[in-house]
């Protein structure tokens, strides 16, 4: 069982950045693949980045390579989300997610869930 805390949301004109981060508990935090997922207002939840327990393996949604960055510290058991040059469209509630096994993006394969994180940016 994993439980799942996000936080670092919050307003931010057009061109800023933000860092997400995700608190998770359980002592195997280490082995999961986490996830960022974001969910508009009346859009279906996202993925936006994915990362490998060694770190070894990432994913990134077309619409924020380049922008965004995912990393991890299982000494820490957070995960974060670098996000730089924030546009309006990147406005969302922004979701950590887990799952063992393999990398993947559905969000139906993503086992935990946090409770969300609003991200706001205006133009």
């Known amino acids: 069982q994993v439980q799942l805390v996000e936080s670092g949301g919050g307003l931010v004109q057009a061109g800023g950045s933000l860092r997400l981060s995700c608190a998770a508990s359980g002592r195997t935090f280490s082995s999961y693949i986490m996830g960022w997922f974001r969910q508009a207002q009346g859009k279906e939840r996202e993925i936006v980045a994915a990362i490998s327990w060694s770190r070894s393996s990432t994913y990134y949604a077309d619409s924020v390579k380049g922008r965004f960055t995912i990393s991890r510290d299982n000494a820490k058991n957070t995960v974060y989300l670098q996000m730089n040059s924030l546009e309006p469209e990147d406005t969302a509630v922004y979701y950590c997610?887990?799952?063992?096994?393999?990398?993947?993006?559905?969000?139906?394969?993503?086992?935990?869930w946090g409770q969300g994180t609003q991200v706001t940016v205006s133009s």
């Open positions: 997610a887990a799952r063992r096994g393999i990398l993947t993006t559905p969000r139906e394969e993503y086992d935990y």
